[in-house]
């Protein structure tokens, strides 16, 4: 089983994968849109921690820049009727330490901001992930914070949000007068505006 990989970004793909090549080895990973922000240009050294998920037929390999997301990860999987695609969602939008407070403060509205996640969805997150998460309260941004690497923040909110799949007139029309440079908190504002939309 893999538990990370060292190597450099050899590519982008529009499905929300990498390729990181490790010795020689490609490997494709999955990843949040935020992270495939943060991993840096092509031929970047990168590291991961990586979530290895077997199923019947295929083996995935998901990536995280932080062991912390790695572990929320796995506590979204162990949730009734969390796949790997939801999990990916639900970190894609909120970081694990906003995951954490969120619900320690019972934010029912904050995880419906999550494509695909309805209220009855959410409350039942709630219920499920408020013992399985043991993480700080605290928020840094050292886990849930954009590293725009010289690019503007809008930039960046851009791109998480197409990797989310919104279309690109559905993210003109919420960053049009959006201002600021600490990305994390523009795409928590985007995805605000989209869901009130």
Known sequence: MIGSLRGRLLERFENGEVLLEVA??????????TTAVRLGDA?????????HHFRESDQTLYGFLEQDERSCFE?????????PSLA????????PSELACLLADEDVAALCLVPGVGKKTAARLLVELKNSLDLPLSRSSSSGGI???????????QEALGGLGYGPDEVRSVLVDLGGDDA??????????????
């Open 24 to 33: 020689g080895v490609g490997y494709r990973v999955v990843v949040t849109p």
């Open 88 to 95: 990916l969602s639900v970190l894609g939008v909120h970081g």
């Open 43 to 51: 031929d970047s050294g990168v590291f991961v921690y990586i979530h």
């Open 147 to 157: 590293d725009s690497g010289g690019r503007s923040a809008l930039a960046e909110v």
């Open 184 to 197: 994390s908190v523009l795409l928590r504002e985007a995805l605000q505006r989209l869901a009130r939309a």
């Open 75 to 83: 506590a979204l999987l162990s949730a009734h009727g969390v796949g």
